[in-house]
């Protein structure tokens, strides 16, 4: 089926022309009362104003976050998930409206929004909501008379800078933990797709007590700088790349205050020679992996972009992956039958095309795709490109930089130390993919390979209760894991000594 | 004489210009990783702080223009030039609530 354009009759969708920011439980106007286009990647046309914030306007959802602070961190915690678990129902009884907003506004397939990008966000409420319950802090005895108890506190007032590739999934990976622990957020969405973040906060945003939810949109530099240079807030949590991530930890580190960064990968997909050995499902899986490259266009942190082939395989397993790639053609995100929809802006369309411009001037080889693709009538002006597989070695700059489009970079390798050594030589190290009958060869690999998460058998899973996050220059902390509760808390320490005698020192 | 290692086009040169006009010095610093890595990032001079392991690839229009030295190391086989798209970004860049956004072009050095 397809989907109604938003604003067209019979649509799932119908956008104000105008949004502002979310601040203190109600919308609030920009200070400067400036406003700028949002604009569908699907058209290329905009379709409605979100508020440009500036400075004044994240002061004032300070204030608001820090006013509501004191409260909401000696909310109970069976309160606090309560209204999570209460934000995931209201999320589940509008889950084609979010899911088709979050299409236009960053054109991805409706397809994997309700399939994924929905029930993800959802869950990830749900999540944190039992991890809350779950939550203990400890004791430890220390003597007859001495107890050290350790306690979970919030930090207080936290900064969120959410990405543009799954924005309400990013928000709900950020926010879910941030909110369980006590904590009150100033969230600054993408510029590109500030859109369905704020259908959602009409949504739920009063269902948590006013001022412990803040959205303030705009701009990095007008909006995102003066939030992470704060010296209010007591951590920010980023999602981007390595420039703006050095930027946000000079900045944190002015105030000495923790970040949490996500900044990317080049994340290698390994096919070792067994795959092929029976002509089953798992050398279906397999394929299917391969084939994973295009998912949300490319526009994935872990985008399996370089597929590295056992050479006693090459030739063989690369043809299927070729055959099965060109099987997928960008088309209509809001029909539920398209797997590949459009890039998220004018700007991701020409770096990724300036990529395939690099990558034949390097002699790597174009198996498919290469190009960017105009759907004709309306849709003409949307952002399309054709999923694209390069053939190349691992020098080559589409192998070292994460192009965030659908374009694999394939290579070969020669058994297994030298798999590991080509999937180890990245800047990166985030996702990696691992695909093998034989689980031995599998854990080896899994636990040899530089990176935060190694699919094995899969790819481009991301449950709650799987810790996600990076090694060396993909950044710092790890999200969708109990674990991520413990980058919002503080630990307090008390010291009690039930011994009624003098320690006699003094 | 080998090309410099990062040029600029017409277009990104006025943009430079424009930007300097408003801001007054600027600096680059050439971006890695997701979203809009690759990306160049342009601030008010100073606003990034670079570190003992940046490399300055070269200037443009008086603007130092940076990049991480390990990221160098896997770049350095190809000459850079700072274009301009229509567009907006993410990140703290200067150009981005202008509705363009800078972008490198690559083009392979020449093997001496």
Redo the contacts between chains.
Sequence with gaps: MRYAQPNTEGAKVNYQSRYDNFIGGEFVKPARGEY?QN?TPVTGRPFCEVA?STHEDVERALDAAHGAKGRWGKTAPAERARILNKIADVMEQNIELLAVSESWDNGKPVRETLAADLPLAIDHFRYFAGCLRAEEGSLAELDEHTVAYHLKEPLGVVAQII???FPLLMAAWKLAPALAAGNCVVLKP???TPATILLWAQLVGNLLPPGVLNIVNG????A??PLAQSSRIAKVAF?????????IM?YASDNLIPVTL????KSPNIFFADVLDKDDDFRQKALEGFAMFALNQGE??TCPSRALIDRKIYGAFLDMAVTRTRQTSPGNPLDTDTRLGAQA????L??IL??I??GK??GAKLLAGGERVRLGGDLDGGYYVAPTIFEGHN?M?IF?????GPVVSVTGFEGFDQAIEIANDS??GLGAGVWTRDMHQAFRAGRALEAGRVWTNCYHLYPAHAAFGGYK??GIGRETHRMMLDHYQQTKNLLVSYDPKPMGFF | MSPPPVAATPAALEWVRRLSARHGPLMFHQSGGCCDGSSPMCYPLGEFRVGPRDVLLGEIEGSPYYIDADQFERWKHTRLTLDVVPGRGAGFSLEAPEGVRFLIRSDLCEIP
């Design positions: 700028f604009i440009r990405p543009w590739n993408a510029e590109q701009f990095g530099i007008e995102g700088k999602t981007g790349e390595t420039t703006t991530g050095r930027l000079q996500e900044l990317g990968g994935v942190c802006s004018n700007d991701q020409e770096k300036s990529y411009d690099i001037k390097e020098k700059r070292q930089e994460e192009i965030f800047l990166y220059k993909s």
